[in-house]
């Protein structure tokens, strides 16, 4: 705290990580590049990733969002969203000769992988996630045969699989670590010879930002976690902060959604932000609370991250044909042919 603070015992706690995932982030420049490449209109399936104010600026430059590639027009682009589609989308978009270019997280590939590889040596998966979330919905589409969600410690009473000597857990990618592992225990007393994936398939992004708020909602009287109603990440998110010890929680889209009664009798407020959720929705709600005394800010710490992903192969692909016609036209050397 600087000499010129008024003490007024208030301060905010600010979590890091927080916000963007290299997943998110990625997805997002694809649909800016694509519109840039291609021109508008660009289909985009689902929400790019689930946050409402991404989702409107990106309407704003010309992406189009669809439920279904049904409602696509033959001949477009479409983009296929972050969290993934299964195989039947992507013959969808085959038959309705729809170009696309695929945004899928590699970390939701990742599990995609592990799911065909098992359902191929015949193994029951059982698939940890939340009931309708597109990434459950994409998975589940790669071995449909193979896979029964479980979503939750209570749903477990209720598995069955035809034998137990060959089951697997795999998981969505974005659920709280705790609950998961209660998940998983109560699975592997029903089932004790229950094989684990190869790797975590709770993300990095997931798994940090997690740890922030649990560190944070220790000394938290009210944490605030920016993001939308639909994010998986940023609801566990609010639950993780409450159970850390957080009085209070709240998932806010923006800072006009704060109520100022929840700031009653408050002197430590948390702060922290979905993988989906740009940074200046979280200066906007600092702002918001600098102006009601909440001016000394300190980070909690929880981890570093450097991990990028590179853009879908399919841009890229384009981009460096592109650069290399630029090359050729510009020096009159013959252009590599295309992938
Ligand atoms: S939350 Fe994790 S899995 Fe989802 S897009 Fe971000 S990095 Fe990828």
């Given amino acids: 705290m600087g ?6 015992g208030r301060r905010v706690l600010l979590a890091a990580p927080r ?11 694809a649909v800016e590049k694509a519109l840039e490449q291609y021109g508008a209109p660009i289909y985009v399936r689902h929400e790019i ?37 299964a195989p039947t989308v992507h013959e969808e978009a085959a038959a309705g000769r729809l170009a696309t270019i ?44 193979h896979i029964t969600l479980v979503d939750g410690p209570e749903d477990v009473a209720k598995v069955e699989v035809r034998d ?46 997690q740890l922030a708020v649990k560190q944070m909602g220790a000394e938290a009287d009210l944490v605030i976690v920016v993001g939308s109603r639909n994010s ?10 409450k159970l850390a010890g957080a009085r209070e929680a709240y998932l806010v889209d923006f800072a006009s959604e704060i109520d100022e009664t929840w700031l009653d009798g408050v002197s430590t407020v948390g702060v ?11 200066e906007q709600v600092l702002e918001y609370l600098t102006e009601r005394g909440f001016e000394d800010v300190e980070i ?26 630029l090359v050729a036209e510009r020096t009159g050397r013959p252009a590599p042919a295309a992938e």
Wanted: with cysteine; charged share 25%.
């Fill in 3 to 8: 000499p010129m603070t008024a003490s007024t």
């Fill in 19 to 29: 916000g963007y995932c290299a997943g998110v982030d990625r997805a997002v420049i």
């Fill in 49 to 85: 990733v689930h946050n409402k104010y991404v989702v409107q600026t990106l309407e704003k430059k010309g992406a189009i969002f669809v439920e279904q590639t049904a409602e696509v027009p033959e001949g477009s682009i479409v983009m296929f969203s972050a969290h993934g589609v």
């Fill in 102 to 145: 695929d945004a899928t997280c590699p970390l939701v590939t990742k599990v995609h992988k592990e799911a065909i590889r098992y359902a191929k040596d015949d193994y029951d998966i059982l698939l940890i996630g939340h009931e309708g979330h597109e990434e459950v919905i994409g998975t589940s589409g790669e071995a449909p045969e």
């Fill in 164 to 209: 137990p000597s060959k089951v697997v857990w795999l998981s969505q990618t974005t659920l709280s670590v705790d609950e998961t592992m209660e998940t998983v225990d109560a699975l592997k007393d029903k089932f004790p010879l229950l094989v684990s994936p190869p790797s975590d398939d709770i993300c990095y992004a997931t798994q940090n930002r």
């Fill in 232 to 241: 998986s990440n940023s609801k566990r998110l609010v639950e993780v902060a």
């Fill in 272 to 282: 922290t932000s979905g993988a989906s959720v740009p940074e200046v929705l979280v």
């Fill in 300 to 325: 909690v710490k929880a981890a570093e991250e450097s991990i990028t992903f590179s853009l879908p192969k399919e841009l890229r692909r384009d981009l460096r044909a592109e650069a290399a016609a």
